[in-house]
């Protein structure tokens, strides 16, 4: 996936990758300032720790790769060695990447031509720590205005859920260029790791938004295991996806009162009611479909 991701960035395309710890971020990083020598990343960092981390691990690779924070900025040369194109990585604060010397670099059309891609990592910080106290990260699309479209802006994070998806698109200034997102958090999971759930609506548009809403929580390889169910669908289609949740290569079903009359699953873990059912027959009957063995 890391190199896919690099292509992709190469491309020029605006991404978002969701990888868990140890899953090789730093491979994209790292392997984008392999493939562009002559440019530079520049990668925004929330802690000096962990900006230490990443360079000391890309010198180990033979990458020029520096950090700016308050420990180093009081080197003369750093700002020039920058301009001139030095260093293959930078890693930075967003205060620092927002700071008045910084402005200077963005300011100028030769450094900004040099730019491969601006990176974000451990992008929730801009909504878990953005209102409390790393106000920056509030102001990273300001970046945007600096370098105009032609960057791509890549942001990585380990957690997001949909709350903070929306407010990384918003801070990172997504949405005018070509985006790709790449979610590998769950590629260890199973098939069999995922309980046989029946989730009931009162409509069918609910039905559809929730597929929608639980694949995208599931990698690419899995989605197909959530499928909806109800009175529209063909009977062939309605007999396939009962049969495919019956021998478990359907995990979770989203469905009206379609799923009911005559339907054993024996091994249903969870049945779920959202909304009021209409009655408390309605109620007994979609409870009932779980916990049967």
């Known amino acids: 996936w890391?190199?896919?991701?690099?292509?992709?960035?190469?491309?020029?395309?605006?991404t978002m990758c969701l990888a868990g710890t140890g899953y090789g971020?730093?491979?994209?990083?790292?392997?984008?300032?392999?493939?562009?020598?002559?440019?530079?990343?520049?990668?925004?960092?929330?802690?000096?720790?962990?900006e230490r981390d990443q360079v000391a691990q890309a010198r180990?690779?033979?990458?020029?790769?520096?950090?700016?924070n308050e420990d180093t900025v009081k080197t003369r040369s750093i700002w020039a060695d920058v301009?001139?194109?030095k260093y293959q990585l930078v890693y930075i604060s967003?205060?620092?990447?927002?700071?008045?010397?910084?402005?200077?670099?963005?300011?100028?059309?030769?450094?900004?031509?040099?730019?491969?891609?601006?990176?974000?990592?451990e992008a929730h910080c801009a909504d878990e720590w953005a209102d409390e106290f790393r106000e920056k990260y509030k102001e990273l699309n300001r970046l945007r205005v600096y370098t105009g479209l032609e960057i791509p802006f890549c942001s990585f994070t380990a957690t997001a859920g949909s709350k903070t998806f929306d407010v990384l698109w918003e801070r990172f200034g997504y949405g005018s260029r070509p985006?790709?997102?790449?979610?590998?958090?769950?590629?260890?999971?199973?098939l069999s790791d995922i309980p046989k759930c029946l989730f009931y609506f009162d409509s069918i548009a609910e039905c559809t938004d929730a597929v929608s809403t639980l694949r995208r929580c599931l990698p690419e390889s899995l989605r197909a295991c959530v499928q909806g169910f109800?009175?529209?669908?063909?009977?062939?289609?309605?007999?396939?996806?009962?049969?495919?949740?019956?021998?478990?290569?359907?995990?979770?079903?989203?469905?009206?009162?379609?799923?009911?009359?005559?339907?054993?699953?024996?091994?249903?873990?969870?049945?779920?009611?959202?909304?009021?059912?209409?009655?408390?027959?309605?109620?007994?009957?979609?409870?009932?479909?779980?916990?049967?063995d």
């Open 83 to 85: 301009m001139t194109g």
């Open 25 to 50: 971020k730093s491979i994209v990083f790292e392997g984008l300032a392999a493939m562009e020598k002559a440019k530079v990343v520049i990668v925004i960092c929330p802690l000096k720790a962990l």
């Open 94 to 121: 967003p205060e620092m990447a927002l700071s008045r010397s910084f402005e200077a670099l963005w300011d100028n059309i030769k450094f900004r031509e040099k730019i491969s891609a601006i990176i974000v990592d």
């Open 230 to 292: 109800y009175s529209t669908l063909s009977e062939l289609a309605k007999g396939q996806r009962w049969d495919g949740f019956l021998v478990g290569t359907i995990r979770i079903i989203c469905a009206t009162d379609a799923a009911g009359m005559g339907c054993n699953v024996p091994d249903v873990v969870y049945s779920v009611i959202f909304g009021i059912p209409r009655s408390l027959s309605v109620v007994a009957q979609r409870w009932g479909r779980a916990g049967r």
């Open 60 to 68: 180990t690779k033979r990458l020029r790769a520096v950090a700016i």
């Open 2 to 14: 890391q190199a896919h991701l690099i292509y992709k960035i190469l491309e020029g395309f605006d």
């Open 179 to 190: 985006f790709w997102g790449v979610d590998t958090i769950s590629n260890d999971t199973r």
